[in-house]
């Protein structure tokens, strides 16, 4: 028998058959549409935990962040990646007395080390709710990494999600490609989410010390790719982790462009990303009275109308509905 961490899908619905919490992008201020079984999950920040530092993965439980994700790659040492595995099960236990959802970040498809990475993932009864890969280039990969989550999976294991990093020229280039084919043809995984790696795509662009503006076109491209698909964005991270004030400002400027969440490297940094891709007391109240004039309107058989001097049409109520499915979703925290 699989158990999955309690603490998570006791909120939430899962399935082998279909997708448990995908996000459909309709443009709006706070994307959040619901997924084709009623079910959405906000990942507004996800953090990075080391599996080889057992003071860290302590922390797990306590952390109050929407997304753990327990990390095999690059914030592990090449003489500490044995050990890194062989903390999942301590991990994935103590993520039971949370409600974060849990996912481990593979190394990527060229490391030598995914097989034995995944050989520890489904080594133990406690599973975690999805797997991350970092680097991710192309569909080729995706079609690798399928097939050896299928021959590592027990057969009475739930499917677990796909959250994907890409991170380099080319990666950005083929997203729609690679997602594409993540979206409609994997067969043991079911793709959420993808996060843009800045400091990588940087590097592959051959620029050090990059300001914002030499990521601001890629930034945009990649959020609506991703978005246009309905798979949720997550930002890059924000290194310097210690100025909350700039974490702030570009964690909001992020949710404004359409990102969905972000990536933090520190328990600080939680607090700030969540409240900053979250619907506001101001927004909230904005929906539901939208709303409730929309069907006061409705009922007189009148479509598009006026509210506090704007016209209001489909697309702005699409807006209003999304922030409140994000209330709604947050709630269950």
Known sequence: ???????????????????????????????????NDGVFFPRRALMYIPGSDVRKLNKIPTLGVDTVAIDLE???????????????PLALSLATQGNSEVLVRINDMTSGHVKDDLKAIFA?????????????????????????????????????SLHIMMESISSLLSIRDTCSYGLHRLKHLVLESVTF?????????????????????????????????????????????????????????????????????HPGQIDVVQSAYSPSPESIEWAEELI??????????????????KMIDRPIL????????????????
């Open 292 to 309: 409730r004039i929309f069907k006061e309107h409705q009922q007189f058989g009148k479509g598009a109308f006026t509210y506090k001097g």
């Open 197 to 265: 790696g800045s400091e990588d795509y940087l590097a592959s662009l051959g620029i050090h010390d990059g300001e914002e503006s030499h990521l601001l076109a890629a930034r945009q491209s990649f959020v609506t790719q991703v978005k246009s698909l309905g798979l949720q964005a997550l930002d890059s991270v924000s290194v310097d982790y210690k100025d909350i004030e700039r974490l702030k400002l570009k964690s909001e400027d992020s949710a404004r462009m359409g990102f969905t969440g972000k990536q933090v490297i």
């Open 74 to 88: 690059d914030g592990v040492a090449a003489n500490q990646k044995e050990a890194a595995r062989s903390n999942l």
């Open 124 to 160: 133990h009864r406690i599973k975690p709710h999805g797997i991350m890969l970092p680097k991710c280039e192309s569909k080729e990969d995706l079609k690798i990494l399928d097939f050896l989550v299928g021959f590592y999976t027990p057969p009475d294991a739930p499917i677990p």
């Open 1 to 35: 028998m699989v158990t999955l961490i309690t603490g998570f899908s006791a909120r939430f619905s899962f399935s082998r058959l279909c997708p448990w919490h995908r996000l459909l992008s309709t443009g709006a201020d706070i994307d959040c549409s619901s997924s």
């Open 318 to 333: 699409l807006q209003a509905e999304n922030i409140l499915k994000m209330k709604k979703a947050l709630r269950k925290d």
